[in-house]
């Protein structure tokens, strides 16, 4: 089956420092890939869709320069926290689709997440 | 806004009883509803994903209804196991193909 993966699985960071997360398709190539973030006890709100080889669509109240999304290949999408502090602690999972997502059809596999705290 | 909304949001059994959980959505405009699992700390499993045109789908000892126009669906867990203790999430699929999640609910199942 399709496989997604995520590095780190855990980051500890001081507050101000920034932090790069990597999200792989092991098995697939990702034509568009979703970040999320959850709080605990929280639903998983979605931050950006990106699609290879173009920028990221940010959901509304998500700052895009705080959160920086990289798609740059079909594999491989990051997401960097920007001079991060603690309220940006959280749990970060991406998931991967094959398809563009334009029909509403294409099955999105999620990966393992990553649990950043901000010091 | 989309909202999905689930009840309750935890739940405690003794093994052997039936897991029912619930999952309502304020737009009935869907193309499909996923629900996962989610074990703490880590990230999601997706247990069934029933498509809007389907009533109900199964996997061994799940099974999932959808009822669209109520804006419904339910998930039942037969013959609960210590093992089914998790999260369980609701995710609702739109025609911006974006997925709107429920909040979930935590399941306990007590040997």
């Known amino acids: 089956g399709a496989v997604v993966s995520q590095h780190p699985s855990r980051v500890i960071c001081k507050s101000g420092t920034s932090v790069k997360i990597e999200c792989r398709s092991l098995?697939?190539?990702?034509?568009?890939m979703f970040w999320y973030r959850q709080f605990p006890k929280k639903s998983l709100m979605l931050m950006a869709t990106?699609?290879?080889?173009?920028?990221?669509?940010?959901e509304q109240g998500v700052e895009k320069d705080k959160f920086l999304i990289n798609h740059a290949s079909l594999t491989l999408s990051t997401l960097t926290v920007t001079s991060a502090h603690p309220e940006d602690s959280s749990f970060y999972i991406c998931?991967?689709?094959?398809?563009?997502?334009?029909?509403?059809?294409?099955?999105?596999?999620f990966g393992p997440g990553t649990r950043l705290t901000v010091l | 806004k989309q909202e999905v909304t689930q009840i309750p949001a935890a739940l405690s059994v003794p093994e052997g009883e039936n897991l029912v959980l619930n999952c309502s959505f304020t737009?009935?405009?869907?193309?499909?509803l996923q629900w996962f699992r989610q074990d703490p700390g880590k990230g999601l499993t997706s247990l069934l994903l029933?498509?809007?045109?389907?009533r109900e789908q199964t996997s061994g000892r799940l099974n999932a209804s959808l009822d669209k126009s109520s804006g419904r669906s339910t998930l039942y867990i037969a013959a609960s196991q210590p093992g089914d203790s998790a999260t369980y999430l609701c995710?609702?699929?739109?025609?911006?193909?974006?997925?709107?999640f429920g909040a979930g609910t935590t399941v306990t199942v007590r040997a």
């Open positions: 737009d009935s405009a869907i193309y499909n």
């Open positions: 998931s991967a689709s094959e398809g563009s997502g334009e029909w509403g059809t294409d099955t999105q596999y």
């Open positions: 098995d697939f190539q990702a034509t568009t």
């Open positions: 990106s699609n290879e080889g173009s920028k990221a669509t940010y």
């Open positions: 029933i498509q809007s045109s389907q």
């Open positions: 995710a609702v699929r739109y025609p911006d193909y974006k997925l709107s």
